[in-house]
């Protein structure tokens, strides 16, 4: 706003209202006349990486206040997608649009001069993100930092750990005490779930393209660090207000495109290929599938986290966290962008020590994949793509072909699994699982640990609509789009008909001609799978997994 629009302008007698009302609630007229900056706080007690946030916000606002702004705290929902495992997963892809939509929403109607955002998890940390660029006003973000990993008997076990123990109970290679006192300690702290998934993938994302602090995302989350760090930002973003630095001018398709080559050098989670596109949308700068794979397919990956490798994420930071990614793949972005905590990407390369971590971090060189962590399946079955990551599948399963096994929901693989007959060299089908067809796009995260702790997963591939977890191993292929849903011919195959599966030809083919498959189509009827309320609008509203799976969020943005 400008200076005589400014909120409570006391010389706009027309904001008396607003000022009234503002008083009410504890602000003074000089207050009013300061930077309003929204802390968009994502704290609750039911998520374990957003409990710490509450806590996180003062510093926050002592920051703001210190500077010369004045805090305006309020909350959105933050959904654990671990704890919404089975039926309450259809609710949690949809909360990404309306986290985006609500902050939005919340911001326009009073008028803020700025932002920081709090938040640590799956969903909430690209909803945010979609939210800031629609948005472009000055804007940091922090999160809440990582959990303890859990030791015992001299290894660490973190999050991921737990979900292929479900396997390995099922198959009998754990005995029963050890998996009570595995439920009851492996999730050891507040924070972060300390493996590499979708919440660490995408915190680090932010510091990548320089919307918040180096070492955020990757030290733990009660290091005295984290509150120095929180006031940090809120001094920092009054001081963006008061320069009129936009969101854009730090993150824009340059920044982006760091951000996804960042992810790849990292076996990132495969859900930021189904986030950044849909990010990228708010941008009002529109990014497709093929263009995601040419940027992360054009970095060597330098390091891999749990559960594709044995280093966690206090493994990570103790390697010196995204800085030393960032160090080791200069080569391959943009380091004279700009950061929002000051200074250039390659200011802050130069001025922080490096640690010499190669077992952790290794030099692109040595890398065993040099282009990228992905691989983005096209072919028959996939007409517009699906996604596996590469990084995390052994390397005798890059080529891999065998019969279908098909089976209509989450909850049938799941049974099936459970029942041990699972034959080897199998290709599982599950369908209707897609954006429209589940809806809310499922993650199938348990049946893919399981297959992995049942020892399946150099025997066994998986092959959905629906999409996996960011700590998902395995020759697991998620987003094949069109989904069955939508008539994509993921609905047409039948028990026995061959897959193939090849990530170096990046394919993924169904051995049926097609005049069989117009015969099936014909025939074909989707299940019985009604949708209520909100998953009613979102079936109605989704665009598919190709596009972001975006909602609420899929149009332009204001500067076009």
Sequence with gaps: MGETEKRGDPRNITEAYYEGLMSSVG???????????????????????HKPLSQLALY???????????????????????????KGMHYVLPQRDLIAAS???????????????????????????????????????ITAGAMLPYQSCGKDYV???????IGKVNSGELDAATFSGWKKNICFSQGTCSMYGTANTMGSFLEAVGVAP????????????????????????????????????????????????????????????LHI???????????????????QAAVPVVAKFKPASEYNISDYHRAGGVLSVLRQIAGYVDTSLPTAMGGTLKDHIENTPHVDCEDVISKPADSKFQDGCYSILFGNLAPRGAVVKKTGVDPSMYCHKGPAVVFDSE???????????????????????????????????????????????????????????????GPCVGHITP??????????????????????????????????????????????????????????????????????????????
């Excluded at 000089?30 to 990486?49: F, R, T, Y």
């Excluded at 999050?159 to 123990?165: Q, Y």
């Excluded at 849909?278 to 940027?295: N, Q, T, V, W």
């Excluded at 049974?415 to 954006?435: F, N, Q």
């Design 159 to 165: 999050t991921c750990d737990l979900k292929e123990a």
């Design 277 to 295: 596109p849909a990010i990228s949308k708010a941008m009002g700068h529109p990014i497709s599938l093929s263009d995601f794979d040419r940027e």
């Design 214 to 273: 180096f070492g955020s995302s990757t030290m733990l989350f009660c290091a005295s660090e984290k509150s120095r760090q929180a006031r940090d930002v809120g001094e920092r973003v009054v001081e963006l207000v008061k320069n009129k630095t936009s969101f854009s001018k730090i993150f824009n398709p340059a920044s982006l495109n760091n951000g996804i080559r960042y992810i790849s050098a990292t076996g990132g989670s495969t859900n930021a290929a």
């Design 103 to 141: 902050i939005e929403a919340m911001v326009r109607a009073h008028g803020f001069d700025g932002l920081v955002f709090l938040c640590s998890c799956d969903k909430i940390v690209p909803g945010m993100l979609m939210a800031a660029a629609k948005l472009d006003l000055p804007s940091l973000f």
């Design 27 to 49: 602000y003074r007229g000089k207050d009013l006349a300061k930077p309003i900056i929204g802390v968009v706080n994502s704290c609750n007690d039911v998520n374990p990486g």
């Design 483 to 560: 989904e069955a849903w939508d008539g994509g011919v993921i609905g047409l195959v039948q028990n026995g008909d061959a897959i193939e599966i090849d990530l170096n030809k990046k394919s993924l083919t169904l051995f049926v001609s097609d005049e069989i498959l117009e015969e099936r189509r014909k025939k074909a009827v989707r299940p019985a799978r009604k949708a209520d309320g909100i998953l009613e609008a979102y079936r109605q509203g989704v665009r598919g997994a190709d596009e972001g799976a975006v909602w609420l969020y899929g149009g332009s943005n204001h500067k076009e």
């Design 60 to 86: 926050v606002k002592e920051g703001v206040w210190a500077a010369g702004g004045a805090p305006a705290e309020f909350c959105v929902p933050a959904p654990c997608d671990g704890m919404a495992q089975g």
């Design 411 to 473: 909850e049938e693989v799941r049974d099936y699994l459970l029942g041990g007959s699972v034959a080897k060299g199998s290709v599982l089908v599950i369908r209707y699982e897609g954006p429209k067809g589940g809806p809310g796009m499922r993650e199938m995260s348990i049946p893919a640990a399981m297959l992995v702790g049942m020892g399946l997963h150099t025997s066994v591939a998986m092959i959905t609509d629906g999409r996996f977890s960011g700590a998902t191993r």
